[in-house]
C-alpha cells in the first residue's frame, strides 16, 4: 500500500520527538508537513526543536517544517517545564539545512487539505492552537481532512496538569472547543488510553544497546523517563503521543467508544477539562441548549488499551529508524 499522506502537528517536546521517530519508521505515512506549535516550548522553541530533529532524522529536505500561530487561541500562555530547559531536555541540535518556510502552519495545513482532499490524516500532538486556527479561516477544513488524531483530553480519569485536564487541552482549551465542534472527523488519544502503554528501563536498555542512530533518542527517552519519576514517582512513563501517531494507523491499540466531547473553557479550576458524552447515554442527561448546541458531532474517544501490544510495537519500530 503506497504511504498516506499525513500533517503531524506537535510542539516538542521529548514525546514528539519520539513521536516523530516513531511515524518514520512505520513506513506507512507519507509526512507532507511537519507543523511547530507552542505548547511543551513556546513556539519558537517549538519550531527550532522541529527544525533540528527534522535534520537529526535526515528529512530536512524533504519535509518541510512550518511555524505555528504565534499565540494560542484562549491567550493563555503555558510553558511547562516538565520537558527541560530546550523542551529536548538540555538538547541543542543543529538547525535545519533547509531554509526558513514563510508559510504558517495553519496556511499549509489547509493547502494540503486541498491537494490530498478527503485523504490527509492529521496527528496533533500539542495544543490545538494551528488546527483550531486553520478552522477559524476556513470551516471546509473539518470536512476536507480524513481523520484527525490528537494527544488530548481525560474522558474518564484524571488530568496530569490540574485535577480534571490534561496539558495539551488546558494549554489551549477554546482550540480544542473549536476543533472538537468543527465537524473534522476525530480521534482523542488522552490519559485513559495513553497512561496504559508505558516505556520501561528495559525499553530504553534496548535502545542504549542498539548503539549508532539511537543515542539521540535514548537520551530523550532517559530524560523524559527521570521527569515521571521525579515528577509523579514513577518508575516507567507513558507513551502519549507516540500513541496518537500509533492510533492514526491502527486503532487496536486502544478501546474506543463513539460521543461528544465538551471542552470546559470558561471555569477557572476546570479549564481544560474534557466532558466524555458517550452517544448511548447522551439522552440520560438533559442540557440547556447552549450546551446542546455543542454537542451536535461525534468523535470517537480512546477510553483504554486495546487488544495490541503498543510498547513493544513502538519500540521496535523506533529501532528500525535510527537518527543520522
Ligand atoms: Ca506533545
Known amino acids: 500500500m503506497a504511504p498516506a499522506p499525513i500533517v503531524l502537528d506537535s510542539d516538542p517536546g521529548l514525546d514528539d520527538a519520539v513521536a516523530l521517530q516513531y ?17 511543551n516550548a513556546p513556539v519558537d522553541r517549538a519550531f527550532r526543536n522541529a527544525r533540528g530533529l527534522a535534520r537529526a532524522f535526515g528529512i530536512d529536505g524533504d519535509v518541510p517544517v512550518h511555524r505555528g500561530a504565534g499565540r494560542t487561541v484562549s491567550r493563555v500562555v503555558s510553558d511547562s517545564g516538565f520537558h527541560g530547559p530546550t523542551g529536548l531536555g538540555e538538547e541543542e541540535l543543529p538547525d535545519s539545512t533547509a531554509p526558513e518556510q514563510e508559510e504558517s502552519a495553519a496556511a499549509a495545513l489547509l493547502r494540503l487539505s486541498h491537494r490530498h482532499e478527503g485523504e490527509l490524516t492529521v496527528v496533533a500532538t500539542g495544543p490545538l492552537t494551528n488546527v483550531a486556527a486553520a478552522l477559524l479561516q476556513d470551516p471546509g477544513l473539518a470536512r476536507r481532512v480524513r481523520r484527525l488524531v490528537f494527544m488530548g483530553g481525560a474522558a474518564r480519569v484524571p488530568g496530569n496538569c490540574t485535577p ?25 488519544v488522552g490519559l485513559d488510553a495513553t497512561h496504559g502503554w508505558r516505556f520501561t528501563h528495559q525499553d530504553l536498555a534496548r535502545l542504549d544497546a542498539a548503539g549508532p542512530g539511537q543515542e539521540m533518542t535514548a537520551r530523550f527517552m532517559r530524560t523524559y ?38 471542552v ?16 448511548d447515554k ?20 480512546a477510553l483504554g488499551t486495546g487488544p495490541r501490544d503498543f510498547s513493544t510495537h513502538f519500540t521496535e519500530t523506533l529501532l528500525r529508524r535510527p537518527s543520522l
Not at 511515524?23 to 505548547?39: E, F, I, M, N, P
Not at 480534571?164 to 482523542?188: C, K
Not at 470546559?264 to 452517544?279: K, N
Open 23 to 39: 511515524l518514520l519508521g512505520t513506513g506507512l505515512w507519507d509526512l507532507k508537513a511537519y507543523t511547530a506549535v507552542g505548547g
Open 164 to 188: 480534571l485536564a490534561e496539558f495539551n487541552v488546558w494549554a489551549d482549551p477554546d482550540a480544542a472547543d473549536i476543533v472538537v465542534s468543527s465537524g473534522i472527523p476525530y480521534t482523542m
Open 225 to 262: 523517563l527521570r521527569a515521571y519519576e521525579t515528577n509523579h514517582g514513577d518508575g516507567s512513563c507513558p507513551l502519549h503521543d507516540p500513541l496518537a501517531v500509533g492510533v492514526a494507523a491502527e486503532e487496536s491499540f486502544v478501546t474506543t467508544a463513539t460521543g461528544t466531547v465538551v
Open 264 to 279: 470546559e473553557c470558561a471555569s477557572e479550576l476546570g479549564r481544560g477539562q474534557t466532558v466524555f458524552l458517550a452517544q
Open 282 to 301: 447522551a439522552e440520560r442527561y438533559s442540557y440547556p441548549p447552549h450546551i446542546l448546541d455543542r454537542t451536535r458531532h461525534t468523535g470517537r474517544v
